[in-house]
């Protein structure tokens, strides 16, 4: 090879390695939510960050949804040169390409549907909004600059489009059945992940796999308790998919899954999707009783030599488990599991774990989980480093430690007060999170069970977004009141010195630093 | 004018509002959670079902129960014997979690010590001790329909070792008359009486020597209510449900 060759193989390869990418929901397969390639923001410069622009794209909400997780692509060729580019997903079959410097829209995309929900089948209301409701994941081609954007379609189509200009690459292809409510897609070694819940459109709650090969789509459903994990599906290094279950007995015997963990694979041959392992908390049946789902999306890391993965749920625990096997030779028994850390009223609606956890590794080679909690800290559950009372949310870091043999998750800090918190990034040693501002209340004193929003949606203000210190949680910037809107199950992303965040008004904020 | 800008400071102070608060988040618990299901529920399904043999036995109760293994790990070492004691609890929230904490145990015995925070008036008025006694009948009677054998026991006595507590006194005369309806109610129902008072009153007051704060029994009050308890047991493991 001469070294003309390996200077420019070298210098591509550096590109490569500098790109800051955001192209699937919770940044990877493994729902990590660190942005490991953030060269712009620190700890240092965090604290001069502005509103660098806002758009308003024009989506029109579905019941509380409106804009899902902005994904970001770094560098697409474009017919008027490379450009960075936000792939931004409305609720209502909509796709907007955002150029990611100044905010404009560069193109749009409406998938039309004329399907009509049965009858008889469970639709609307908030748990059932219709429209596009899995973040969509973009994965780069052979040819460099060019991606191909994947999404779910309310019809239950899988689109392949072009991210520079929004053309279709293939045509749709089934993917799943119509009017359900698949989570955010994960794509793995040429196949596409996601499961349901719900059971909107009538269907039932199932796991799905597209072989992008073949076309061929591999199924399993855990019969009882939808997945309901905001990020979709994390996978692992050996290619099982994990993900929590929502209410349901969980009776592996009879084949009910309800209120675990499922590990599902694909099948190489038969690119069917099957059953791996399983996990059970000791106390599924009290979960079942009160509502409380395990309905988190995990995240997977490496630790010494292992591949670890933590979740939780709306009892406001995080179990920490490895994949070899997630739950122990009885499938009962996870590597540690903390103390309650929220939830000390049992609240099924406004308190405990939801959407999705994060972790990352510092300079010291500590490693780090982190996780979002709704509702007032357990009076019990302290850290070392606190920023006030807890009464509506908050993040709690831990490290991760291994004591004789033994894994724990070791309490490091629990951060400042937020709105609804919700699943926190890391970008640079900085931890960005926010307080959604969403009203998250379902049961009422005097008309009981009314998840409405007719009752939810005058109750919810602003989102309100904050800059922590990744090692201490302690505040380092937060956007105040200048976002004007909240949002209901949605997310942020980070790349390159910017942070972005969609509201249910249908405005997208873009804050950061001046390059 | 003084004396009402003296109780408003006092009123606004911030210890005040804090303890205000404090009492407020209390009674939201109390009511969203008024029979307590949340203390032992989770802890309950992670509980195994008794072994082939095994001689399981529920102590349900308030404080006292609650109190009994405080400081200590096991309670009762060695026996399958599990507490399931709440705090500040009355028999009609006590009712409310009785299959919860009692019969989904599957035990083959319950022992209760319930109605000293009814006497007490601890959730509004006092309940009368006929009120009383009806719920603690439901809960005898709902144990045994389900094949458990039921202890009930007396009423511990208080005293006014530490205090002077006028309220105290009037609770000792109510004591003495629900004590004896549940006898008379065991004498006729064939549940196990269980007479804690007796061996722990001297002159109707809790001996000074068994308590520390004249309501709640030490170590040493405690010690006489086990071996008292474990008699009782042993009896209602022989006898059966019947």
């Keep these: 090879m001469n070294r003309s060759l390996v200077a420019i193989l070298a210098a591509l390869g550096s590109v490569a390695a500098l790109a800051s990418d955001w192209l699937t929901d919770g940044k990877d397969p493994q729902r990590t939510n660190w942005q490991k390639d953030e060269r712009i923001f620190s700890p240092a410069n965090v604290k001069d960050t502005k509103l660098l622009w806002k758009v308003e794209l024009g989506n029109e909400p579905r019941q509380m949804h409106s804009l899902f997780v902005p994904l970001i692509v770094e560098r697409v060729n474009t017919s008027s040169g490379p450009k960075e580019i936000l792939i931004e997903t409305g609720v209502s079959d909509n796709i907007y390409a955002i150029e990611a410097e100044t905010g404009k829209v560069l193109w749009k995309k409406h998938f039309s549907s004329s399907y009509t929900p049965p009858a008889n089948a469970r639709g609307g209301g908030i748990l059932c909004p219709g429209g596009i409701t899995a973040t969509p994941v973009i994965a780069p081609t052979s040819t460099q600059g060019k991606y191909t954007l994947y999404v779910a379609s309310w019809d239950g189509s899988l689109h392949q489009l072009n991210v520079a200009d929004g053309e279709d690459i293939a045509a749709p292809a089934k993917f799943m059945p119509p009017n359900g409510k698949p989570y955010a897609l994960n794509l793995y070694k040429g196949a596409l992940y996601t499961h349901t819940a719900q059971g909107c459109g009538g269907n039932p709650n199932m796991v799905y796999i597209f072989d992008l090969a073949t076309g061929k789509v591999g199924n399993w459903g855990p019969a009882g308790g939808g997945m309901w994990g905001r990020q979709g599906p994390a996978i692992g290094s050996d290619g099982t998919m994990y993900t929590g279950t929502g209410d349901g007995n969980f009776n592996p015997e009879i084949g009910a899954f309800g209120n675990g963990i499922i590990g599902i694979k694909q099948n190489p041959e038969t690119k069917t999707a099957e059953l791996t392992d399983y996990y059970g908390p000791s106390n599924a049946a009290w979960l079942w009783k009160r509502d409380l789902d395990m309905q988190v999306t995990p995240v997977i890391f490496p630790y010494k030599g292992k591949e670890l993965m933590a979740d939780a749920g709306k009892e406001c625990r995080v179990y920490l488990m490895d994949t070899g096997s997630i739950g122990g030779d009885d499938h009962r028994t996870p590597l540690y599991r903390t103390p309650l850390i929220c939830n000390e009223d049992v609240n099924f609606a406004s308190a405990g774990i939801w959407g999705s956890m994060a972790s990352w590794q510092d300079s010291k080679g500590t490693r780090w989980v982190l996780t979002p909690f709704w509702g007032a800290k357990h009076e019990e559950f302290k850290a070392p480093l606190e920023y006030g009372e807890v009464e509506h949310g908050a993040i709690a870091a831990f490290k991760v430690e291994e004591k004789s043999g033994k894994y724990q998750l070791t309490s490091a800090w629990i951060s400042r007060d937020m709105n609804r918190a919700e699943p926190p990034v890391i970008a640079n040693g900085i931890v960005f999170s926010y307080g959604s501002g969403e009203d998250t209340d379902q049961a009422f004193p005097d008309v009981g069970l009314e998840d409405t929003i007719e009752h939810r949606i005058p109750g919810s203000t602003h989102a309100t977004l904050y800059a922590l210190d990744a090692e201490t949680g302690k505040e380092l910037w937060s956007s105040g009141d200048q976002i004007k809107s909240w949002n209901h199950w949605s997310g942020i992303s980070v790349a390159n010195g910017r942070v972005y965040l969609g509201t249910f008004d249908g405005t997208l904020y873009c804050f950061g630093v001046k390059k | ?242």
């Design chain 2, 1 to 242: 004018m003084f004396v009402t800008a003296l109780a408003w400071s006092q009123d606004a102070s911030p210890d005040r509002i804090k303890a205000l608060e404090n009492e407020l988040k209390q009674q939201r618990r109390t009511l969203r959670d008024y029979g307590g299901l949340i203390r032992y529920g989770s802890e309950n399904t992670e509980l195994p079902p008794p072994a082939r043999g095994e001689d399981r036995v529920i102590f349900f109760g308030d404080q006292i129960t609650e109190y009994w293994n405080r400081g200590r790990d096991q309670f009762f070492p060695g026996k399958p014997w599990i507490n399931r004691g709440i705090a500040g609890q009355t028999t009609d929230q006590m009712l409310i979690r009785f299959r919860q904490d009692v019969i989904s145990l599957h035990p083959k015995v319950v022992v209760i010590l319930a109605g000293l925070n009814d006497i007490a008036g601890l959730h509004g008025a006092p309940s009368s001790e006929e009120t009383i006694l009806d719920n603690l009948t439901s809960m005898a009677e709902l144990g045994r329909a389900n094949g458990i054998s039921v202890v009930l026991a007396s009423l511990t006595p208080i005293c006014n070792c530490y205090s002077k507590s006028g309220a105290r006194e009037r609770w000792q005369e109510r004591i003495n008359e629900l004590n004896e309806l549940i006898e008379k109610y065991c004498s006729q129902s064939r549940a196990i009486f269980l007479d804690y008072f007796g061996a722990m009153a001297e002159d109707g007051n809790l001996k000074k020597d068994l308590t520390s704060d004249g309501i709640v029994p030490n170590q040493a009050g405690y010690a006489v209510m086990a071996k008292l308890a474990e008699e009782a047991v042993a009896q209602a493991l022989k006898r059966g449900v019947q």
